[in-house]
């Protein structure tokens, strides 16, 4: 008997790292900010395995912002770019979070 899975959702999430030794930030980086989008069964989902991903790649995460599921935002009236829709997919098809923009902070 095959068990049946639930369809996953494409979240866009921001995520908000502090630094640690060997995160691959810059010298004088105070942290960083990471766009990424994950697939999940529901929210909650996303954002647990994006964390797992960021701290297996080094990285502190300290907060989480998501923007909603694909179809949350275009029910909000967000313009998706065709660029974004294809990294979203690809999260989807490789079963991965996609890093998509990261922004590295610096005390000026």
Avoid at 27 to 36: F, N, Q, R, V
């Amino acid at each position: 008997m095959t068990e049946a899975r639930n369809p996953q959702d494409i979240y866009t999430l921001l995520v908000e790292v502090g630094r640690r030794k060997g995160d691959g930030l810059q010298k004088g980086a105070t942290g960083a900010a990471l766009m990424c989008y994950s697939g999940g069964v529901n929210e909650a989902e996303a954002v647990r395995e994006t964390v797992a991903v960021i701290k297996t790649a080094g990285m502190a995460p300290l907060s989480v912002s998501s923007y909603g599921s694909l179809k949350d935002r275009l029910a909000d009236g967000h313009d998706i770019p065709g660029e974004e829709i294809d990294l979203m997919q690809r999260a989807v098809d490789e079963n991965s979070v996609i890093v998509a923009q990261h922004t590295q902070f610096f005390d000026d």
